[in-house]
């Protein structure tokens, strides 16, 4: 398990229609940006039917957007991504702590340790990083991978993700890096060949003072604590924690078919959680590998295996889309796995999501990198 809460909290503040999107309770929504997340509003407005005693899954949780709108609910909820990455993130949408708890952890961090044990090396890291900037990166990131247990150092592994790269600023700084790109990481040749070409190096950013700034941010007002929590693991494969009474709700986003990037293209994000100074290739228990039948096989797995944790009579929307350069139907995909699966889902219905002018779908985020969106849709089911 990755991260997991208690209880809820007993003087519960819960929402009934989503707070605006800059206001301080949502803030925590947006601490690391994640390629491929779904709009808030769109778990958020599904779980107005839901009861307060029930539970919410989702298995491919990416950032934890459906966990937040549960939260905001006053929902416990449960989320399963096999990336490090959405779970560091996600992990963060549970916890209780203040700015105050978050900075002065930073600081205590960087005041016992001074030197790292581990300095990455290179063209890419003397051109992404101030090597002073560097050398506090790699303190925070050592002292969280020996110990990340409490509120506060799962919160600021998340705000260190979300601050470690992105624009340069003009006036003070948001980001830690040399200009880069804040949804994903570009891969070391081309930031160096970019970087050299338009002659930019990296600026000398004060770490603790850009951690202070974002954990004001965004840590100043949280909503109240919900139980539930996150688990660093392949939705194919047993649960790891299933509530009594079973989830009532499924809220759910699974990779597109052929989307097997994700690890790759947060691949600066994925070394401060720990993995190799370089962009690592390897097949991370990521589903859209193979074919399309060996997709929808390996989708028809995890329907089988979550239903086996779900109360009778949950009720499960799946948004799903195709990527822009693929020819695929996402409601044939969907309907196909659910088929093969055959454990008692009854559609219900499938509407049509529109496309990335509705918010930040997967399908604007493809739509920047690999060209037109398509369209997504939201498939309705109940288990009988
Ligand atoms: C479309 S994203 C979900 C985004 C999420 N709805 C959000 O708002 O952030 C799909 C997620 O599925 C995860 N994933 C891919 N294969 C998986 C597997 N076998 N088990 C669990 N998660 C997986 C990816 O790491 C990715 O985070």
């Known amino acids: 398990m990755h991260f997991f809460s208690s209880n809820n909290d ?40 839901a009861q307060t005693s029930e539970w919410i899954l989702d298995p491919f949780c990416g950032r934890g957007t459906t966990n937040f709108a549960a939260r905001l609910r006053g929902l416990s909820s449960f989320g399963i991504d096999s990336s490090p990455i959405a779970c560091a993130i996600s992990a963060a949408k549970f916890v ?16 016992n340790e001074l030197e790292p044990k581990h300095i990455p090396q290179g063209k890419f890291w003397e051109l992404c990083y101030y090597p002073s900037t560097l050398k506090k990166i790699c303190i925070i990131r050592e002292a969280l991978l020996k ?12 705000l260190m993700l979300g601050i470690l790269h992105g624009p340069v600023n003009k006036n003070f700084p948001s980001y830690l890096s040399n200009q ?9 040749d081309y930031s160096v060949r970019y970087w050299v070409k338009n002659g930019f190096f990296p600026k000398n950013i004060d770490v603790l003072d850009t951690v202070s700034r974002k954990a004001n941010y965004s840590f100043n007002t949280l909503p109240s604590k919900i139980a539930g929590g996150i688990s660093l693991s392949d939705a194919r494969k ?19 078919f052929g989307m097997i990037t994700y690890m ?16 690592d290739y390897s097949n991370t228990n990521q589903l859209g590998y193979g074919s399309k039948e060996i997709f929808i096989q390996e989708l028809a797995k995890v329907w089988e295996n979550i239903t086996k944790a779900c109360a009778s009579g949950a009720k499960m929307v799946i948004r799903f889309g195709a990527l ?8 044939e995909i969907v309907q196909e796995s659910i088929n093969r699966a055959n454990c008692g889902w009854e559609h219900y219905s499938t509407d049509c999501a529109g496309t990335s002018n509705g918010g930040n779908r997967q399908s604007a985020q493809f739509g920047e990198k690999m060209g037109k969106p398509q369209k997504e849709i939201d498939y309705y089911a109940v288990l009988r």
Do not use: H
Not at 238 to 256: A, Q, V
Not at 324 to 331: D, R
């Open 264 to 279: 790759q293209d947060q691949w600066l994000r994925n070394w401060f959680l720990g993995g190799p100074d370089l962009v």
């Open 324 to 331: 822009p350069n693929k020819s695929n139907n996402p409601s």
């Open 96 to 111: 209780n702590t203040t700015s105050t708890k978050i900075i002065t952890l930073c600081k205590t961090i960087l005041e």
């Open 147 to 158: 110990e990340c247990i409490s509120d506060d150092a799962i919160a600021l592994k998340a």
């Open 238 to 256: 047993p649960l790891k924690f299933i509530p009594d009474e079973g989830f009532n709700w499924i809220i759910t986003s699974p990779p597109y």
């Open 10 to 49: 007993v003087n519960q503040i819960t929402f009934t229609s989503l707070p605006k999107p800059q206001t301080p309770i949502m803030r925590l929504n947006t601490i690391c940006p994640y390629f491929t997340m779904f709009p808030i509003d769109f778990p958020f407005n599904i779980l107005s039917e």
């Open 180 to 188: 880069m790109p804040r949804t994903f990481s570009s891969k070391p």
